[in-house]
């Protein structure tokens, strides 16, 4: 899990053409969409989302030994709104 986070952050920014969405400014704000993506279907809240960002962290610290900040999704969600024409 400790190197497939920032591979799987790393494979998506480099891999999106779509103007539609703003890529993710840094692996936080990713890490952040996915633990709402958790929260937000019943199936995922029980099981994975319950201490999904405590887990996260203490394993990115113990592979790259430096702490991980992951903010609440609805702090910075303005960010990665669609634009309104």
């Not at 999106?16 to 704000?29: I, T």
């Not at 995922?44 to 962290?57: D, F, K, M, N, S």
């Not at 900040?69 to 669609?82: E, N, S, T």
Request: charged share 30%.
């Amino acid at each position: 899990m400790e190197a497939c986070v920032e591979e799987m952050y790393r494979s998506l920014v480099g891999q999106s053409d779509d103007k539609e969405y703003k890529v993710f400014e840094c692996l936080e704000d990713f890490l952040a969409a996915m633990e709402q993506t958790l929260y937000d279907y019943n199936q995922t809240r029980t099981r994975l989302a319950e201490g999904w960002r405590e887990t996260v962290a203490s394993a990115y610290l113990r592979h790259y030994g430096r702490p991980l900040v992951i903010p609440r999704w609805y702090d910075i969600k303005q960010r990665y709104l669609k634009a309104q024409e």
